[in-house]
């Protein structure tokens, strides 16, 4: 008969495969100030259940103080305000929640132009962008920025909140214009799904549950859509690509011959008995073991975090990765990018020469060409660019010193990206997605 104990530790481990097993969905917001983009996070996190009592209580009594007739959903997701009013900054803030069927990250991302930066860094690992409009407002220069943004880090899935439906009557007229406003902007269509949803965010109209206040609106709420939504890829049927961060060697005489590594698996499947290549040395071998957290395992997927052991008595440094070996990465010494620069003392031209990180691999990288600037507003390239600035975005070629074992961003998110740093100051000066942009004419 099991003990108590040992039946809780059961059913925490079962608890926790069951978390693991549930599908995650990775989302950023972006809004322009004031279009209710906090109240919105706010609403969401309140209405799924996903706000602790003591977090819940403590909005109320602020609420109660500042203004006394509503709850201010909008302190949900400020709670750095002092933070930034102390000049402290605040890239992105990133926010958990769940239902019964998935789970959700939300990156609460600043919408300004000169925070581009920072929505780049919450967007690059998101399968679906929320964009805000404040139906008061329209379509306006930075809703088109945004989902310019969306469109050039690859996110297919599209969702345009018409927020403050509220402040206009609740008239169907005012967000159908909107919605061809949008549509007569997107002349080059690069998401595959848009979907657009009146609400108020405030009032929870069509946010969790429908809205009594707009039946002409026969979609589905924000929360229904976001259930819907088809996983971009699963991680796990792409092929194996696993960075080795950590090689493990006890040093101790009961285990003096253990070796293994340590990593995330970035994509694909990793089974006991696979023959791998491990790259860039290019060496071959076979699992023999995988741990789990929660213990030996058979077989392991991405995003899982493991130790394996392998059948050879290699050296495997850290920064190679473990790859299946009948699906190979490319080896590239030279590769075409997407640049955001992130910057704000320096900017990117020809010939300049930078540390990149891939991974947990790093290297020499020399750019060899800046063949073009987007516009950010728009849909178009600016050809005659020979230099990247603070937020700016363009297309660039890189020579790399050692080969990067790397997939293109729009096939691998997990290898096909990186980042660039200044060897003189140690800054990160730019995020790098691997690939010809051929999404913009």
Same mark, same amino acid.
């Given at each position: 008969?099991?003990?108590?104990?040992?039946?809780?530790?059961?059913?925490?481990?079962?608890?926790?495969?069951?978390?693991?097993?549930?599908?995650?969905?990775?989302?950023?917001?972006?809004?322009?100030?004031?279009?209710?983009?906090?109240?919105?996070?706010?609403?969401?996190?309140?209405?799924?259940?996903?706000?602790?009592?003591?977090?819940?209580?403590?909005?109320?009594?602020?609420?109660?103080?500042?203004?006394?007739?509503?709850?201010? @959903?909008?302190?949900?997701?400020?709670?750095?305000?002092?933070?930034?009013?102390?000049?402290?900054?605040?890239?992105?803030?990133?926010?958990?929640?769940?239902?019964?069927?998935?789970?959700?990250? @939300?990156?609460?991302?600043?919408?300004?132009?000169?925070?581009?930066?920072?929505?780049?860094?919450? %967007?690059?690992?998101?399968?679906?962008?929320?964009?805000?409009?404040? %139906?008061?407002?329209?379509?306006?220069?930075?809703?088109?920025?945004?989902?310019?943004?969306?469109?050039?880090?690859?996110? *297919?899935?599209?969702?345009?909140?018409?927020?403050?439906?509220?402040?206009?009557?609740?008239?169907?007229?005012?967000?159908?214009?909107?919605?061809?406003?949008?549509?007569?902007?997107?002349?080059?269509?690069?998401?595959?799904?848009?979907?657009?949803?009146?609400?108020?965010?405030?009032?929870?109209?069509?946010?969790?549950?429908?809205?009594?206040?707009?039946?002409?609106?026969?979609?589905?709420?924000?929360?229904?859509?976001?259930?819907?939504?088809?996983?971009?890829?699963?991680?796990?049927?792409?092929?194996?690509?696993?960075?080795?961060?950590?090689?493990?060697?006890?040093?101790?005489?009961?285990?003096?011959?253990?070796?293994?590594?340590?990593?995330?698996?970035?994509?694909?499947?990793?089974?006991?008995?696979?023959?791998?290549?491990?790259?860039?040395?290019?060496?071959?071998?076979?699992? *023999?073991?995988?741990?789990?957290?929660?213990?030996?395992?058979?077989?392991?997927?991405?995003?899982?975090?493991?130790?394996?052991?392998?059948?050879?008595?290699?050296? &495997?440094?850290?920064?190679?990765?473990?790859?299946?070996?009948?699906?190979?990465?490319?080896?590239?010494?030279?590769?075409?990018?997407?640049?955001?620069?992130?910057?704000?003392?320096?900017?990117?031209?020809?010939?300049?020469?930078?540390? &990149?990180?891939?991974?947990?691999?790093?290297?020499?990288?020399?750019?060899?060409?800046?063949?073009?600037?987007?516009?950010?507003?728009?849909?178009?390239?600016?050809?005659?660019?020979?230099?990247?600035?603070?937020?700016?975005?363009?297309?660039?070629?890189?020579?790399?010193?050692?080969?990067?074992?790397?997939?293109?961003?729009?096939?691998?998110?997990?290898?096909?990206?990186? &980042?660039?740093?200044?060897?003189?100051?140690? %800054?990160?000066?730019?995020?790098?997605?691997?690939?010809?942009?051929?999404?913009?004419?």
């Amino acid at each position: 008969m099991l003990t108590i104990a040992l039946q809780m530790r059961l059913w925490k481990i079962e608890n926790a495969r069951a978390i693991f097993s549930m599908d995650l969905i990775r989302i950023a917001t972006a809004g322009s100030v004031d279009d209710g983009k906090s109240t919105l996070i706010g609403r969401l996190l309140l209405d799924s259940n996903s706000l602790n009592d003591d977090t819940l209580a403590a909005v109320e009594d602020v609420s109660q103080r500042q203004r006394g007739d509503y709850v201010n @959903l909008a302190l949900i997701t400020d709670g750095l305000r002092a933070e930034r009013e102390q000049g402290i900054t605040i890239d992105v803030a990133y926010r958990y929640f769940s239902t019964n069927t998935r789970k959700f990250i @939300l990156a609460d991302t600043p919408g300004h132009v000169q925070y581009t930066r920072n929505m780049v860094t919450g %967007a690059s690992t998101a399968e679906v962008a929320l964009i805000m409009i404040d %139906a008061r407002n329209g379509l306006v220069e930075q809703s088109r920025r945004h989902y310019v943004i969306a469109s050039l880090l690859g996110i *297919t899935h599209i969702i345009v909140c018409v927020n403050k439906m509220d402040l206009v009557g609740y008239n169907e007229e005012i967000f159908n214009q909107i919605r061809a406003d949008f549509d007569e902007f997107l002349t080059k269509d690069i998401a595959s799904n848009i979907v657009f949803i009146p609400m108020s965010a405030l009032n929870g109209d069509n946010v969790v549950d429908p809205s009594i206040n707009m039946l002409w609106y026969h979609g589905d709420p924000l929360l229904n859509v976001l259930e819907q939504i088809p996983v971009r890829q699963d991680l796990g049927t792409l092929p194996l690509r696993m960075p080795v961060q950590y090689v493990i060697r006890p040093m101790l005489n009961k285990y003096q011959d253990y070796r293994a590594y340590a990593g995330s698996i970035a994509s694909g499947t990793l089974y006991v008995g696979q023959r791998v290549r491990i790259l860039p040395s290019g060496q071959e071998s076979v699992i *023999t073991n995988i741990d789990a957290p929660w213990g030996a395992v058979e077989e392991a997927s991405a995003p899982d975090s493991i130790t394996v052991r392998i059948s050879d008595d290699f050296d &495997i440094p850290r920064g190679e990765t473990i790859c299946d070996a009948e699906k190979l990465p490319q080896m590239r010494h030279n590769i075409e990018a997407v640049i955001c620069w992130m910057d704000d003392r320096s900017s990117l031209s020809k010939g300049d020469i930078y540390r &990149i990180k891939h991974g947990a691999r790093s290297s020499k990288a020399i750019v060899t060409e800046v063949n073009a600037r987007f516009n950010i507003s728009s849909l178009d390239k600016e050809l005659d660019a020979n230099v990247l600035k603070l937020n700016e975005m363009g297309h660039v070629s890189l020579k790399i010193s050692d080969p990067l074992v790397c997939d293109d961003y729009s096939v691998n998110r997990a290898t096909g990206n990186f &980042i660039l740093i200044n060897e003189s100051t140690n %800054a990160t000066v730019a995020a790098g997605m691997i690939g010809d942009p051929k999404i913009i004419a």
